[in-house]
């Protein structure tokens, strides 16, 4: 079975704060992506990466980055965290080829920014 | 662009009654198709899929999905609820062959069966 496993599950930070929320992934996949999940907005992609050291912005990347240093690693980072960006983060990761594309989920990081 | 549409925020069934969750999509060419649900607190999980074949498709725990192109919709259905079906869930679509394109997600349908 895949898994894709996120660092924390919980977390709570202070306004200002430089967050690294990790997520790794054991089925070697070329695709991983990050999500923030909000009541009402459904799940919105904010970085996604498709191989080593490569990088492209979702939907709603302003505020945060990435790093893929590593093929199993993908790592979201918030620069300077702000009570805006309290919300349930999801990790996901696929292979890259058409008939195989289905996404893994991580069991998610639930992170409040005070 | 690709969009999913599930034009219901909440379902409400009674346990033992079939269900139905909808979906409707809106692709450039042909669709893959995917249901996920979620139960509270945890991540996302894989029901089923749809790339090309039969209609009808079979997934986890007894629920299927039928794609119907004309009406670009892939509702999700199960003959018989149970209390434990209880949980949010999602629909999603890429156009087949487009690259590295990452899935769109609809909003989330939360389903309640009532015992």
């Known amino acids: 079975d895949v898994k894709v496993t996120q660092s924390s599950r919980y977390l709570v930070k202070r306004t200002g704060e430089k967050v690294f929320l990790e997520c790794v992934q054991d089925?070697?996949?070329?695709?991983m992506f990050w999500y923030r999940q909000d009541p009402g907005l459904g799940l919105r992609l904010i970085y996604f990466s498709y191989d080593v050291k490569m990088k492209e912005k979702g939907d709603i990347p302003e505020g945060y980055s990435v790093s893929r240093e590593k093929k199993e690693r993908f790592s979201l980072i918030l620069e300077s965290a702000s009570t805006n960006q309290t919300s349930m983060y999801l990790c996901?990761?696929?292979?890259?080829?058409?008939?195989?594309?289905?996404?893994?989920f991580g069991p998610g990081t639930r992170l409040t920014v005070l | 662009a690709q969009s999913v549409a599930q034009p219901e925020d909440q379902v409400n069934v009674a346990e033992g009654n079939p269900l139905t969750v909808k979906c409707t999509y809106s692709?450039?060419?042909?669709?893959?198709l995917f249901w996920y649900v979620q139960y509270p607190n945890r991540g996302l999980q894989f029901l089923l899929k749809y790339i090309t074949g039969d209609n009808l498709v079979k997934g986890s725990y007894g629920f299927e999905a039928e794609f119907n192109k004309s009406q670009t919709s892939f509702h999700l259905k199960k003959p018989s609820a149970l209390v434990s079906d209880s949980a949010l869930y999602f629909c999603a679509v890429r156009a087949l062959n487009s690259g590295n394109t990452p899935l769109v997600f609809g909003k989330g349908t939360r389903l309640s069966v009532i015992a």
């Open positions: 692709v450039s060419g042909n669709p893959y």
């Open positions: 996901a990761s696929s292979l890259g080829t058409n008939y195989k594309y289905t996404q893994y």
């Open positions: 089925m070697d996949h070329e695709n």
